[in-house]
T-cell receptor, first 113, second 114 residues
């Protein structure tokens, strides 16, 4: 069956531009997570959605970062006024419910030049 | 908050040998411990997980052990094969019905040599 799908796979943007990253979770999964993975490092939690609500946004690094989820399905992570330190792989994961295992997409590699 | 430390950062074994990766965590309330395998250019893939009500779990060549008292857990891979070469991440979370927010270790690059 279809797994978690993320688009684009790669994104190169100029410093100061805004970017939108998309995540399509596994159908029927109510929980959705965004993580960031800097080069050679572990994953850092950004935000958690249950349905269309985000009860935990504690990992968003600044107010330039925002995310939304609609239809209890697709989620978009938006980074405004991108900076070079935003360069990383952004990973989305979904799980059937809040307490079960999370399945990851392949990520979006963001490069800010 | 939770802090997860993972060792070693790199591990090289001969094909057929065993590999062991160790993690420690700081939050005694953590109760869920997954392991992910990440191949180059791909997202992390869940390979095994364990909850705090058990001490060991096995799935074919892979096993995970958990010591709640010492707050550490380990991944054991037996009879390693070249396709086991990847980066392995441990993680910990406190699952209480309010989401499964994972704190990850920094990863172990496993290389299985022929």
């Amino acid at each position: 069956g279809a797994g978690v799908s993320q688009s684009p796979s790669n994104k190169v943007t100029e410093k100061g531009k805004d970017v939108e990253l998309r995540c399509d979770p596994i159908s029927g999964h109510t929980a959705l997570y965004w993580y960031r993975q800097r080069l050679g490092q572990g994953l850092e939690f950004l935000i958690y959605f249950q349905g269309n609500s985000a009860p935990d946004k504690s990992g968003l690094p600044s107010d330039r970062f925002s995310a939304e989820r609609t239809g209890e399905s697709v989620s978009t992570l938006t980074i405004q006024r991108t900076q070079q330190e935003d360069s990383a792989v952004y990973l989305c994961a979904s799980s059937l419910d809040p307490d079960t295992e999370a399945f990851f997409g392949q990520g979006t590699r963001l490069t800010v030049v | 908050g939770e802090n997860v430390e993972q060792h070693p950062s790199t591990l090289s074994v001969q094909e057929g040998d065993s590999a062991v990766i160790k993690c420690t965590y700081s939050d005694s309330a953590s109760n869920y411990f997954p392991w992910y395998k990440q191949e180059l250019g791909k997202g992390p893939q869940l390979i095994i997980d364990i909850r705090s009500n058990v001490g060991e779990k096995k799935d074919q060549r892979i096993a995970v052990t958990l010591n709640k008292t010492a707050k550490h857990f380990s991944l054991h891979i037996t009879e390693t094969q070249p396709e086991d070469s990847a980066v392995y991440f441990c993680a910990a979370s406190r699952v209480t019905g309010g989401g499964n927010k994972l704190t990850f270790g920094t990863g172990t690059q496993l290389k299985v040599e022929l």
